[in-house]
């Protein structure tokens, strides 16, 4: 059974750059299919699909993020992290980090496992 932890601060001044990780156990990050994904949910709205890295390392960013967004992966300790820089208060959210096994997806419900998700606020 995979299992996720987020970590990581829960306040961060609008401009700065956020970073989040994800600590997976029960598999490996490298076995074959599964994708690592960050999704947030800001107050009163839905699941928004950040991005996700693969299994083999490669990686796909929301277009609405890209240009800020990054999740690189430490492999040795089994961790990927969320790096989400320019930050403003629009960012503020509930930041989940999910698993899904076999094939990729944009659509958060169908991940199959979750992280406790952890509340980043954004302000001075």
């Known amino acids: 059974q995979v299992q996720l932890l987020e970590s990581g601060p829960g306040l961060v001044k609008p401009s700065q750059t956020l970073s989040l990780t994800c600590t997976v156990s029960g598999d490996s990050i490298t076995t074959t299919y599964y994708y690592w994904t960050w999704i947030r949910q800001p107050p009163g709205k839905g699941l928004e699909w950040m991005g996700a890295i693969a299994y083999g390392g490669w990686s796909e960013y929301s277009p609405s993020l890209k240009s800020r967004s ?49 509340q980043v606020t954004v302000s001075s």
């Open 70 to 118: 990054s999740i690189p992966r430490d492999t040795s300790k089994n961790q990927f992290t969320l790096q989400l820089s320019s930050v403003t208060p629009e960012d503020t959210a509930v930041y989940y980090c999910a698993a899904k096994y076999f094939r990729p997806s944009y659509d958060p419900e169908e991940y199959d496992y979750w992280g406790q998700g952890t």
